[in-house]
């Protein structure tokens, strides 16, 4: 007996030895003892303090955001668009929903937005029977929008939705409207030159101080869109129409993307409407409740340039000139007549206007 307890043989060392009351570790790899482990609460709080979920959100004063999308043969774009949108607006705390309007696309554009319409109930949409144009798909979107704040861009995937952020950001330094400014182009030569010309001549006769006029990405405040009336092919005037209402309008440079799929809409029939338009715009703002001050100058200028004509021709005259050879003559009455026309014409337009003036033309800022 002490022999053997003295060598130590049969007996567990110390290190080794357990004591009896203590439960052993249950075996993972058993079949017939159940495995229980421990809530690992240490490693829970690791991952939520690095989880994406918990980045602080950009803080806006909008409460709601509404996106407008007019869409016309884009569906190869779509759904990268929509992934894109809902990856951009994790970075701002404010609800939002995304409106598309498909302008009588003949793809499966629409069968596209439908399908995401099903999936996510933010995401709402309009189709139209025809190709009406973009001007009537954004109108409809303004109507149909809830948001108390009201952003516009293309389907394209050349606008990118990471700069909404930037156009909210602006709006809540006390703008009304924000327009994107594509400073660095990704678009053929022709439309990038024809675009300069066109900005450059919309700055020099409406008087507004932006860059990019005809931008698609743009943010409006609620009030804006409600009193804006948009159809043809005005919705490149936007922030025209906005300024000349007593709207303060801004801009921000924002990135631009090269065309992935699809084609431009853009053609040469654009440019020349556009100037058409511009002019439409100058007058139904600027002349709409004052035609006098539009017919009358230009009557007066074409009459009293008449009458100089052939007041130096009767100068002639009387100093007994020949004027049988003088084409002069007929210009000079030719003035005069079209002189008494255009007066004619704003004098009328001024009776119809006094008869149908209402004051639900104004727009009403504030009332107590």
Request: with cysteine; aromatic share 14%.
């Amino acid at each position: 007996m002490e022999e053997n307890l003295s060598n130590g043989e049969n007996l567990p060392s110390s290190e080794s030895r357990e004591p009896e009351n203590q439960p052993k570790s249950p075996d993972k790899t058993s079949p017939n003892k159940p495995y229980y482990r421990k809530p690992y609460y240490n490693r829970r709080r690791y991952y939520n303090k690095y989880n994406k979920e918990t980045i602080p959100k950009e803080k806006s004063s909008f409460k709601r955001l509404s996106i407008i999308i007019p869409l016309y043969n884009e569906e190869e774009s779509v759904n990268p668009l929509v992934n894109e949108i809902k990856k951009a607006l994790k970075q701002v705390d404010v609800a939002y929903e995304i409106i598309f309007v498909d302008d009588g696309s003949n793809d499966n554009s629409l069968n596209f937005v439908k399908e995401i319409c099903k999936q996510d109930k933010r995401f709402r949409y309009i189709s139209f029977q025809k190709n009406y144009g973009k001007s009537a798909a954004l109108q409809m979107g303004f109507k149909e929008a809830t948001g108390d704040v009201v952003v516009t861009m293309d389907a394209d995937l050349q606008d990118d939705p990471n700069e909404i952020l930037h156009l909210l950001k602006k709006l809540d330094e006390g703008f009304d409207v924000v327009s994107g400014w594509k400073k660095k182009r990704y678009d053929p030569i022709i439309k990038k030159i024809s675009s300069k010309f066109f900005n450059l001549v919309t700055r020099i006769f409406s008087g507004v101080k932006i860059h990019d006029v005809n931008c698609g990405l743009k943010a409006y405040k609620k009030d804006v869109i409600q009193n804006l009336r948009i159809y043809g092919e005005l919705h490149r005037y936007i922030p025209v129409l906005a300024k000349w209402q007593g709207y303060k309008i801004s801009e921000v440079i924002v990135q631009h993307h090269p065309r992935k799929y699809g084609s431009t809409k853009f053609g040469t029939s654009r440019f020349f409407k556009g100037f058409i338009d511009l002019f439409t715009v100058m007058f139904t703002t600027r002349y709409i409740r004052r035609p006098m001050h539009f017919f009358g100058f230009f009557g007066m200028l074409s009459f009293f340039a008449g009458i100089i004509v052939n007041g130096y021709l009767s100068y002639l005259w009387f100093f007994e000139h020949n004027l049988s050879n003088r084409p002069m003559l007929f210009l000079g009455i030719l003035l005069i007549i079209v002189g008494v026309q255009f007066f004619s014409v704003g004098l009328l337009g001024e009776m119809l206007v006094t008869n149908f003036r209402n004051d639900n033309e104004y727009v009403i800022k504030d009332k107590g």
